[in-house]
């Protein structure tokens, strides 16, 4: 018997919503959304129902459905664009990866990549944040499982690997867990640490690396800017971004190391630690692909 996958009904993806105005919004959008990407409901349902393991995902969540009626990843896609994001970051998962550890993610929901120290490691995560920018993520925890950085992601095609939100803690000792995790990784923020580890995924795989424009970010709104506490275009600038015809920002894949001749005395020690730690992600990530 063939297996299927239906459109999620709106109270499956909203179960817990309580809020009269909220409920009555979201409701008409719903149905809105759903008579307008009907093709595409029907081409997400097959492909999920002849894939079994990205179905598995949808159904620990059904809310994951709303990336195809509402937005992912990229404001500017349209429903066949979201469509056609969506199944391609799952094959190329699949072919990237592997079946078998894309199961176990699943499964599990986050795998151990490296651990990086005595107190903090990588993690490569089914998003918990909001699926809209994202269904997988990197993220850095300390040993009590404190998210201390995310980073969601998707591939946009075999050789390209979309990087779609970067968020910090949100709680009151949010600074002191970037501080504490900055000592950790020898002098180099979170943020930064995730954008080197993409850049040495990327490497690894032969990806191109990308990263979203600021105004095309998923929780971007153009009369709403308490939603992006950082400016994403100032910040892949500072990772050696260019924007490109496509209005991605093409980030290097190089991971910048510097002679330690021409680093202070006083630091040197610090940069060695540090890229003696590059190296280590580096070695590891072969073994695990």
Same mark, same amino acid.
């Given at each position: 018997?063939? #297996?299927?996958?239906?459109?999620?009904?709106?109270?499956?993806?909203?179960?817990?919503?309580?809020?009269?105005? /909220?409920?009555?919004?979201?409701?008409?959008?719903?149905?809105?959304?759903?008579?307008?990407?009907?093709?595409?409901?029907?081409?997400? =349902?097959?492909?999920?129902?002849?894939?079994?393991?990205?179905?598995?995902?949808?159904?620990?969540?059904?809310?994951?459905? !709303?990336?195809?009626?509402?937005?992912?990843?990229?404001?500017?896609?349209?429903? /066949?664009?979201?469509?056609?994001?969506?199944?391609?970051?799952? =094959?190329?998962?699949?072919?990237?990866?592997?079946?078998?550890?894309?199961?176990?993610?699943?499964?599990?929901?986050?795998?151990?990549?490296?651990?990086? !120290?005595?107190?903090?490691?990588?993690?490569?995560?089914? !998003?918990?944040?909001?699926?809209?920018?994202?269904?997988?993520?990197? #993220?850095?925890?300390?040993?009590?499982?404190?998210?201390?950085?995310?980073?969601?992601?998707?591939?946009?095609?075999?050789?390209?690997?979309?990087?779609?939100?970067?968020?910090?803690?949100?709680? $009151?000792?949010?600074?002191?867990?970037?501080?504490?995790?900055?000592?950790?990784?020898?002098?180099?923020?979170?943020?930064?640490?995730?954008?080197?580890?993409? /850049?040495?995924?990327?490497?690894?795989?032969?990806?191109?690396?990308?990263?979203?424009?600021?105004? #095309?970010?998923?929780?971007?709104?153009?009369?709403?800017?308490?939603?992006?506490?950082? #400016?994403?275009?100032?910040?892949?600038? $500072?990772?050696?971004?260019?924007?490109?015809?496509?209005?991605?920002?093409?980030?290097?894949?190089?991971?910048?190391?510097?002679?330690?001749?021409?680093?202070?005395?006083?630091?040197?020690?610090?940069?060695?630690?540090?890229?003696?730690?590059?190296?280590?992600?580096?070695?590891?990530?072969?073994?695990?692909?």
């Amino acid at each position: 018997m063939k #297996n299927t996958f239906n459109t999620p009904t709106f109270s499956e993806l909203f179960p817990n919503e309580k809020r009269f105005t /909220k409920v009555l919004r979201e409701y008409l959008r719903y149905h809105l959304h759903k008579i307008w990407c009907s093709s595409e409901c029907y081409g997400l =349902n097959d492909y999920l129902a002849n894939n079994p393991l990205w179905a598995r995902l949808f159904k620990q969540d059904l809310y994951r459905f !709303n990336t195809l009626l509402e937005t992912y990843c990229n404001k500017k896609f349209n429903k /066949k664009e979201r469509l056609n994001a969506i199944i391609t970051h799952f =094959n190329c998962a699949e072919k990237l990866f592997g079946s078998a550890y894309c199961n176990q993610l699943v499964e599990d929901r986050e795998i151990c990549l490296i651990k990086l !120290n005595d107190e903090v490691s990588i993690y490569l995560s089914i !998003n918990q944040i909001d699926p809209l920018e994202g269904f997988f993520s990197l #993220n850095i925890q300390n040993n009590q499982k404190e998210h201390i950085y995310d980073s969601s992601f998707t591939f946009l095609s075999k050789d390209q690997l979309l990087i779609s939100s970067i968020q910090g803690p949100n709680t $009151e000792f949010s600074q002191s867990l970037i501080k504490s995790a900055t000592k950790q990784l020898y002098g180099v923020r979170p943020m930064f640490m995730l954008v080197n580890i993409f /850049k040495l995924i990327a490497q690894y795989l032969n990806l191109e690396l990308l990263g979203i424009h600021h105004k #095309n970010q998923a929780k971007y709104r153009w009369n709403d800017h308490s939603k992006l506490l950082f #400016n994403y275009n100032l910040f892949w600038q $500072e990772n050696g971004g260019t924007l490109n015809s496509n209005n991605y920002w093409r980030l290097p894949t190089i991971v910048e190391i510097k002679e330690l001749s021409t680093i202070p005395s006083k630091k040197r020690s610090m940069y060695k630690k540090r890229y003696e730690l590059f190296e280590k992600i580096e070695q590891e990530l072969k073994e695990l692909w």
